[in-house]
């Protein structure tokens, strides 16, 4: 008689590594699999990671804390969180070193763009973009595309919050939060609400059948943790994945440049400067230096190369940058392992975090790419046969999202028009996928490649193809930004004269919706004394 489905059924789970990954692991496995599997976080200070500000996206409050069940206001008390409203790139188009504030364009516009997470308007299934490209073509704006197209852009120079006082939300937006805070919280979560089981102590060998399945974890004090499924959020270690398995990683350094980042805390006097609902990306000699405000704060870090800078000029810049005293500032150094493992899944070891992949979080990707992945892994749970067609189709997945926000990353910095460093004109001479290349041809030939779809699972979602950011206008908004503009605008609006004229109306909509956001929305200041204020 053939083995009951029960019989064959994953009893238990041990999770490497206890930082923001592991415990995100453990919370969505703990509420997903409802009690049915014990789970053990082990907590290896050997993995353990410096607590940074990060930036997430819009998605993470419906799939990762509804599923949860956890409320945004909740959570985002506990995790010292603020908004974030798009992605404000700074002097990505003009030569000179790295300042804050936005130099000046040929046309004396301000070198700064914005990818708002808004919703890009459509009329007549075709996206704005396509009808404000036919006006800039033909003369008749010279606005840039996202003052133009969303209703953030003029908020976020206000530094007005996406909501309303009394709760109602405005507009479409993401976080800012504490990876320390929010790593802290869910471990709290996990072990009080889920039973997660959490020993804090170091791996020191690992225990394996002869087929090659991993068996137990075995620690520095002789605790011996057997399980039937093991999830590696070691991080860019990857010592299950990687070191255990060996499982090979495939580095990005054909594709992108930067390879380390120095990071700092910066105090803010909110009350005197009021705070930023979105994240910096500033262009620097080597790379770029993201700034996520805080409340009371701002985490910056200098993402660069190695190649074209060193570790002691790089904190010079990050410094000089912010006009922080090298005396009293505290820098950290981190080298990145940029690229992905070959597989994320390999027998009973899954990767979940830097172990499976990492890219530099020059779009907010690193939250995305967990919660991705442990929906994908629910979907494709297991039993003990472990069935090849389960995980052969989680990998294929996985690979997808990857890759393509890969190529997306990428096209940021080869279609910046700076040469004026070495790093620049490195970035020109990268190998650009063909991948990429086709969605640049078919944008200068005017083809509406913008999804239509105005509905937030499709945005940084998993459909139409997981995680792409080929969705609302992302592309669009990145080579716009640039200065990269179609050849000619959509070939089919010279024969809709009627949606052209009717598509007036949504620019007109924009502005007055712009109008009334800027008069009655607080600001982002006011919104976190609201929030944070004692109850």
Not at 116 to 126: A, E, K, R, S, V
Not at 188 to 217: C, H, K, M, P, Q
Not at 243 to 263: G, K, N
Not at 443 to 450: I, M, N, Q, S, T
Request: aromatic fraction near 10%; charged fraction near 20%; glycine fraction near 6%.
């Amino acid at each position: 008689m053939p083995r009951s489905y029960a019989d064959r059924r994953i009893r238990s789970i041990v999770i490497l590594g206890g930082d923001t990954a592991g415990w995100m692991t453990a919370a969505y496995l703990g509420k997903a699999l409802q009690g049915t599997v014990d789970i053990t976080v082990l907590e290896d200070s050997a993995t353990a990671r410096v607590a940074l500000g990060v930036a997430t996206v819009p998605s993470l409050q419906r799939t990762f804390f509804d599923f949860l069940g956890i409320n945004e206001e909740q959570w985002m008390r506990e995790c010292d969180a603020s908004f974030q409203m798009a992605v404000r790139f700074v002097n990505w188009r003009t030569a000179g070193p790295g300042v804050p504030g936005a130099r000046s364009l040929p046309d004396r516009a301000p070198d700064h763009f914005y990818h708002p997470f808004g919703l890009l308007p459509d009329y007549d299934q075709t996206p704005l973009s396509h009808y404000w490209f036919k006006r800039a073509y033909e003369g008749d704006t010279i606005e840039p595309f996202d003052y133009a197209c969303f209703r953030e852009p003029p908020l976020m120079d206000a530094k007005k919050a996406p909501r309303w006082l009394d709760g109602r939300t405005a507009t479409r937006y993401s976080w800012h939060l504490d990876t320390g805070l929010f790593t802290a919280f869910l471990r709290r979560f996990a072990t009080t609400e889920l039973g997660v089981t959490r020993i804090t102590d170091e791996l020191a060998s690992v225990a394996r059948r002869s087929d090659g399945f991993v068996t137990a974890l075995h620690t520095a004090n002789g605790s011996v943790l057997a399980a039937d499924l093991f999830v590696d959020c070691s991080g860019s270690r990857g010592r299950l994945l990687n070191e255990t398995m060996a499982e090979p990683f495939r580095s990005a350094a054909d594709h992108l440049l930067c390879d380390s980042v120095v990071t700092a805390d910066v105090p803010h006097d909110d009350d005197v400067h009021g705070v930023e609902p979105y994240t910096s990306a500033i262009a620097m000699e080597a790379g770029w230096t993201w700034k996520i405000p805080m409340p009371g704060r701002f985490s910056t870090g200098y993402v660069h190369s190695s190649r074209h800078t060193t570790r002691e000029r790089a904190a010079a810049e990050l410094l000089a940058l912010w006009d922080l005293d090298p005396v009293t500032t505290t820098c950290t150094h981190t080298r990145l392992r940029v690229g992905r493992s070959e597989r994320a899944w390999v027998k009973n070891v899954v990767g979940i975090g830097a172990s499976a992949c990492f890219l530099e979080p020059l779009e907010p990707s690193s939250l995305h790419f967990i919660t991705t992945a442990l929906r994908r892994l629910t979907w494709h749970f297991p039993d003990r046969s472990y069935a090849p067609a389960l995980i052969d189709r989680f990998n294929g997945e996985f690979r997808t999202m990857f890759d393509d926000t890969l190529d997306f990353v990428q096209a940021h910095f080869h279609h910046a028009p700076r040469e004026d460093t070495p790093f620049w004109r490195a970035t020109k001479r990268l190998p650009l996928p063909q991948s990429v290349q086709d969605k640049v041809d078919a944008y200068r030939a005017g083809l509406p490649l913008d999804s239509p779809y105005t509905d937030e699972s499709v945005y940084y979602g998993l459909e139409p193809s997981p995680g792409s950011p080929w969705t609302n206008g992302s592309y669009y908004c990145i080579l716009a930004g640039l200065g990269v503009l179609p050849d000619v605008p959509l070939p089919a609006l010279a024969h809709r004269p009627a949606s052209v004229a009717g598509a007036e109306s949504l620019f007109v909509a924009v502005k007055r919706q712009q109008r009334t956001l800027l008069e009655t929305l607080p600001t982002t200041r006011a919104y976190l004394r609201h929030l944070h204020a004692p109850r």
